[in-house]
T-cell receptor, first 112, second 115 residues
Framework: GNSVTQMEGPVTLSEEAFLTINCTYTATGYPSLFWYVQYPGEGLQLLLKATKADDKGSNKGFEATYRKETTSFHLEKGSVQVSDSAVYFCALINQAGTALIFGKGTTLSVSS | ETGVTQSPTHLIKTRGQQVTLRCSSQSGHNTVSWYQQALGQGPQFIFQYYREEENGRGNFPPRFSGLQFPNYSSELNVNALELDDSALYLC??????????????FGEGSRLTVL
């Protein structure tokens, strides 16, 4: 079945540093891919998504490109801020199309 | 627009007891899903409800059951609680008819501790 693997954290960066969080997937076909973010004390929220190969999702300065050749959907941001400190989850849709399958999450801590 | 709300936010139960968690979906959303998030892990799909019927289920035993009501709100019931049931339980709603191709809107969760 479909699955997703993301790099383990925590990731600790200084403000304005470049961020990459790796995510690779195993899937039948080409399901939509997502990055969700969980800020402290808040519910999970969609950060960005890509629905087909070579699509680039972007939001709030974050980007991720759906690469079928490498089965990857890495999250990047050129200059992180303290407010980006959160837990980031890579996800894809299950084969039945009824649920999201999430990675284990990567904790990002950004210091000023 | 009211978001997804869950209750209670925290609760403590003992092994063998039963628990009911509640969720009000976002206005206009007809599909509700429940996820279990153990500490340090990603959310795992429990089941989804659409038109008051279960519309998909993850790898959870039958002692995890649910309901959806005509106003699209939902309950998650867990019987015979085990220590491993300690987790954050997340409710998510969507406007798509019984599927997941768009955005899921999550509540803040109910944190269950089983002693």
């Amino acid at each position: 079945g479909n699955s997703v693997t993301q790099m383990e954290g925590p990731v600790t960066l200084s403000e304005e540093a470049f961020l990459t969080i790796n995510c690779t997937y195993t899937a039948t076909g080409y399901p939509s891919l997502f990055w969700y973010v969980q800020y402290p004390g808040e519910g999970l929220q969609l950060l960005l998504k890509a629905t087909k190969a070579d699509d680039k999702g972007s939001n709030k300065g974050f980007e991720a490109t759906y690469r079928k050749e490498t089965t990857s959907f890495h999250l990047e941001k050129g200059s992180v801020q303290v407010s980006d400190s959160a837990v980031y989850f890579c996800a894809l849709i299950n084969q039945a199309g009824t649920a999201l399958i999430f990675g284990k999450g990567t904790t990002l801590s950004v210091s000023s | 627009e009211t978001g997804v709300t869950q209750s209670p936010t925290h609760l403590i139960k003992t092994r063998g007891q039963q628990v009911t968690l509640r969720c009000s979906s976002q206005s206009g959303h007809n599909t509700v899903s429940w996820y279990q998030q153990a500490l340090g892990q990603g959310p795992q799909f429990i089941f989804q409800y659409y038109r008051e019927e279960e519309n998909g289920r993850g790898n959870f035993p039958p002692r995890f059951s649910g309901l959806q009501f005509p106003n699209y709100s939902s309950e998650l019931n867990v019987n015979a609680l085990e220590l491993d049931d300690s987790a954050l339980y997340l409710c998510a709603s969507s406007a798509l008819a019984g599927g997941v191709t768009g955005e899921l809107f999550f509540g803040e969760g109910s944190r269950l501790t089983v002693l």
